[in-house]
């Protein structure tokens, strides 16, 4: 019985180093197919890119972005979680854009979605979070109240001021052209 518990204790200790040495993300060394929604071992999340050769050719390239996760490392996502959240594995970049989009609203804020991909939701938390908006309370509100919110992305709330004074024209009705910004000459 001793012999056995040790043997077991061997093979744990064996196969977890094993994981540890092969199983250790680096995003250059993924390909096209797996880069996307990927983090490194060093907890940064692997982009997408395309380069274009001098023929013409396109070349995809995985690389590492600046951009850190909060809990997760040595993560390729799978492709349940892609699905059930609505994204697609040739995506290029990382970009907030996807929030506008309400059909991949509705797929992230599935609870196969939010509840068990965490990597894609820690994502896309953040992503929300850089443009001034909460993830889970976009995901709580409904029809209308959805597009406030996702207009809510749309705008970084500053407006630019309006003019101070009324357009000038010139005779034949067409606007007059711009000041310059070091006067008349």
Not at 9 to 24: A, D, E, R, Y
Not at 137 to 156: F, H
Request: aromatic share 8%; glycine share 8%; hydrophobic share 35%.
């Amino acid at each position: 019985m001793i012999s056995f518990k040790i043997f077991f204790v061997c093979g744990v200790i064996f196969t977890l180093s094993i994981k540890t040495t092969l199983g250790s993300v680096a995003c250059e060394n993924l390909n096209k197919d797996s880069c996307a929604f990927a983090v490194s071992s060093s907890g940064k999340r692997c982009v997408l890119e395309k380069n274009v050769r001098r023929s013409g050719e396109e070349v995809f390239v995985c690389s590492t972005s600046q951009i850190d996760t909060d809990h997760v490392t040595n993560w390729i996502e799978s492709d349940r979680c892609l699905e059930a959240c609505g994204l697609d594995r040739n995506v290029l970049g990382i970009s907030s854009d996807s929030l506008l989009d309400s059909r991949f609203m509705q797929k992230l804020c599935t609870t196969q979605c939010y509840n068990g991909c965490p990597n894609i939701v820690d994502l896309y938390f953040n992503l929300a979070v850089g443009e001034g908006v909460y993830l889970p309370s976009l995901c709580q509100t409904r029809g209308d109240n959805k597009r406030r919110g996702m207009s809510e992305i749309r705008s970084s709330g500053y407006v630019a001021p309006g003019p101070t004074e009324p357009a000038k024209l010139m005779a034949n009705g067409s606007p007059a052209m711009a000041p310059s910004p070091t006067g008349p000459y």
